[in-house]
């Protein structure tokens, strides 16, 4: 092999391995790609996910496209677990994409973090944890309310608005919902709150009975689950079998669909604190988003995190207009520095310089006896 042949084969590998050529391709499709837990515990977030990139892709492409090319997603499943995030980032790199939507854990979307970064790859992510925007990834754009804002608004929502006395809070073992009871904890506790237990489970053990029976002997007026759906609406169900009287308040990650499903005639009553629920978006992006998710898939989007990520494309989509390129180095600093707020299917918005959302309001709501949500804090 000659010298520049092998100057040149070690170039194309230094671009594979980089994504330094994904990026900055002129023709053909216009790649986006997808990483989220199609399959696993976290499914239905996945597949609501995957359903509103496709609706909206479809939706660009019958209407042309975008800068006369069409628009290619491919799909990576990660299971929601951070190993197989890692394989999807580098898989999505290699394959070309300029920007992927999702993921939905925090712990994923850490393990892939890194690998866009270095390939100059656009991340819109609903992972929470603080330190995805404090790792200096000018590529991640967060959708969803980080940590710390979701913890100030349910300390206010605890101490001073319900002015609970004695309070619990349990977490599972992931970077996100420790990283959100830390939060949360630090806050009730600036406001002088009483916290009486602060507990951990095992993530997909099903039986919960053991921990709750030691957090219900401390008498807490309400237990704060800082964990998923999966688990949220278990330990909803299993307190009611307890005869524990606690007020059942969960994290943003316990609204979904299945949440209801899985706690039963439990659910009702369960508070969720999150961003406001997909039919309280009084936006006419949202709701024309939710009748056309509706009549295309057959039933409504499974929660709320799948109009953020819409979001998150439809942003990366107004880029593309607006640049009239798809070369990211142009993309990205005008994602950082929109010169107005993005009308949004969840509102509007704009990323500040470390990819963090401004305009985020936060609601409190409670499950009703048929699964839906009404909002009881702030009413107005």
Known sequence: MSRLTQLTTLTAAILLATGAGTASAASGPIKIGVQAPITGEYAAEGQGIQNGVKLLVDEQNKAGGLLGRKIQVTVCDDEGKAAQAAICARKLVNDG????????????????APIYSAANVIQTSDGTSDELTQKGWKTFFRNAPPNSDEAEFTAKYLVNVKQYKRIAILSD??????????????????LHGNIVANDFINAGTQDYSAVL???????????YFSG?????????AQMKQLSMNAVFVGGDANQNAAFAKIAGNAAQGAVIINVPAP??????????????????????PPSIYTFTNADGLRAVFAAIEATKSAETSKLIPWLHDMKQPFAGVTGPFKWDAKGERI???MSAFEVEANGTYKTIYPTN
């Open 97 to 112: 994409v300029i920007a992927v939507i999702g993921t939905y854990t925090s712990g994923a979307a850490l393990a892939a």
């Open 173 to 190: 073992h992931s970077s996100y919902a420790t990283g959100l009871a830390k939060a949360t904890t630090k806050s009730i506790e600036a």
């Open 213 to 223: 029976t030691k957090v219900k002997s401390k008498n807490p007026d309400i237990l």
């Open 228 to 236: 998923y759906y999966t688990d949220g609406g278990l330990i909803r």
């Open 279 to 300: 039919e309280n978006l009084p936006y006419p992006e949202a709701k024309k988003f939710l009748a056309d998710y509706t009549k295309t898939f057959g039933s409504a």
């Open 359 to 361: 305009g985020s309001p």
